[in-house]
């Protein structure tokens, strides 16, 4: 199925894994080109290289950009390029799917066990800042310098992804939680302030997701059997299932969802 014009991009920030290569994969099969920007090492590249086979193989334009997403330099070669390569071509959707982030906690752990799994490092004050950078406001930096490039089309969609841990305080995720809710703060002003040049900003809040980022935090085997425990599906959320809403909120008739962050969790949230 083609769900858009032929001459239009996906903008994939965070692209090699989870939902950002799912949804990657869910945009290049309903017809657009996608630019994909990551960060591995060369090990991790065996892997990654035949799931781009696959998204070249629905025939659009493809990029993929090894670099720092969150460095100037990272964010003027990725534009330039797709400047270059996208011709007439426009950005009809950007998502950050950053997962950069400091999983330390703030206070000193009192158990041996605790100890174990936390380590007695704690979160400093440059921890935070990097890490609301990284996976907060970074999408405003992606936006400013796309749309000063030209880049948007007409109706774009921007995206970003949250977690319970907004709302919820997690033993290690003081961080990540600081940037998640800085990350809805900036999408909410970009839907107001872009909404005049055509650019809606949402935020997606998935369920509890088995991704590499879940794995990072301590006590994830855990937190899914708590959520499977709970879901009224009685499984986790999928990087497929979050693809498939953003895809649908790309789509002409979601034009007038903006500024709002949606629960993509089959109920996970709700069901206490």
Same mark, same amino acid.
């Given at each position: 199925? $083609?769900?858009?014009? !032929? ?7 965070? +692209? ?13 099969s ?9 960060r ?18 629905y /025939? ?11 460095s100037?330099? /990272?964010?003027a ?5 797709l400047?270059?390569?996208g011709?007439t ?27 174990a799994? &936390? ?14 950078y990284?996976?907060? $406001? ?10 000063r490039?030209g880049?948007?089309?007409?109706? +774009? ?16 995720y ?10 809805e ?5 970009? +839907?107001?302030? &872009?909404a005049? &040049? ?20 301590p /006590? ?11 879901? !009224?599906f009685?499984?986790l959320t999928? !990087? ?31 069901? /206490?």
């Open positions: 199925m $083609t769900a858009f014009p !032929p001459d239009q991009w996906a903008l994939v920030l965070g +692209a090699s894994s989870g939902f950002g290569l799912a949804t990657a994969k869910k945009l290049a309903q017809g657009l080109s996608v630019c994909l920007v990551h591995d090492r060369r090990g991790a590249m065996d892997r990654i290289e035949p799931e781009f086979e696959a998204i070249k193989g /025939g659009h334009g493809f990029l993929a950009f090894n670099l720092d997403a969150l100037a330099d /990272g964010v070669e990725t534009l330039n390029g400047k270059a390569a011709g071509g426009k950005l009809r959707v950007l998502l950050h799917s950053i997962a950069f982030g400091n999983l330390k906690p703030i206070a000193p752990v009192q158990s041996e066990a605790d100890k799994v &936390y380590g007695e490092t704690l979160t400093e004050d440059e921890d935070m800042a990097r890490t609301i990284s996976m907060g $406001t970074s999408l405003l930096t992606w936006v400013q310098a796309a749309f490039a880049l948007f089309a007409a109706d +774009a969609r921007v995206f970003g992804l949250t977690s319970e841990g907004n709302e919820v305080a997690w033993r290690g003081a961080a990540v939680s600081a940037a998640k809710t800085a990350l703060a900036v999408s909410r002003s970009i +839907a107001v302030e &872009y005049p &040049y055509g650019i809606r900003s949402n935020i997606i809040q998935a369920g509890v997701t088995d991704t590499p980022a879940l794995r990072a935090i /006590g994830a085997d855990e937190m899914k059997k708590h959520s499977i425990a709970r879901n !009224p009685h499984r999928t !990087p497929e299932d979050v693809a498939g809403v953003i895809a649908l909120l790309s789509q002409d008739d979601a034009a007038w969802v903006n500024g709002t962050l949606i629960r993509v969790d089959g109920g996970e949230r709700i069901a /206490g």
